[in-house]
Antibody, heavy 126, light 108 residues
């Protein structure tokens, strides 16, 4: 059974940093691209970014709203994906979901999310 | 950047058919994926590649995509189908994932 478990959320002041972790199990983690999606309170889903598998270079893509502030990384030996969030703003307050992309990063394939974690809440407030 | 437009809400009586639309410029040339999100829960993939269903998703859920509109159709609607539904595409030109704003389905 595929499981994605996020951790690391909490209350943080504007301008500070926070790192989220996503621990995966039930599949060969290294074969898949991994992504983060967030949802502000009472709002819709917003894609944050993804990291391709090592087979596709382990490269990353980000939404414009977080590019330059957020960094996604992965440790395939531990089956963990990370979201490093720097220079946090109040508008970054959201539930952050870890998701599995349907493939490793094939440029000819569609990107959609076949498994989701339960999410972790990040609150940015002074 | 590519924009997806969904109606904020759709209402349907139990046993009837609900249709939730997702509009985008020439969306028929893209593949559309749909997610269901019940209150307090994480989203669940219900349709991928316009009309394919993951295992465990009832046949009552179907999808279509043509022209400027993709549609998620839920037949014989049940109270348990009440949820928010989001469409999503992959915009290869910008290398970005795009979500629609979501539609709240209310079962009367």
């Amino acid at each position: 059974e595929v499981q994605l478990v996020e951790s690391g959320g909490g209350l943080v002041q504007p301008g500070r940093s926070l790192r989220l972790s996503c621990t995966a199990s039930g599949f060969t983690f290294g074969d898949y691209a991994m992504s983060w999606v967030r949802q502000a309170p009472g709002k819709g889903l917003e894609w944050v970014g993804f990291i391709r598998s090592k087979a596709y270079g382990g490269t990353t893509e980000y939404a414009a709203s977080v590019k330059g502030r957020f960094t996604i990384s992965r440790d395939d030996s531990k089956s963990i994906a990370y979201l490093q969030m720097n220079s946090l703003k109040t508008e970054d307050t959201a539930v952050y979901y870890c998701t599995r992309v349907s493939h490793g990063g094939n440029p000819e394939a569609e990107y959609y999310f076949d498994y989701w974690g339960q999410g972790t809440l990040v609150t940015v407030s002074s | 950047s590519y924009v997806l437009t969904q109606p904020p809400s759709v209402s349907v009586a139990p046993g009837k058919t609900a249709r939730i639309t997702c509009g985008g410029n020439n969306i028929g040339s893209k593949s559309v994926h749909w997610y269901q999100q019940k209150p307090g829960q994480a989203p669940v993939l219900v349709i991928y590649y316009d009309s394919d269903r993951p295992s465990g998703i009832p046949e009552r859920f179907s999808g279509s995509n043509s022209g400027n509109t993709a549609t998620l159709t839920i037949s014989r609607v049940e109270a348990g189908d009440e949820a928010d539904y989001y469409c999503q595409v992959w915009d290869s030109s910008s290398v970005h994932v795009v979500f629609g704003g979501g539609t709240k389905l209310t079962v009367l």
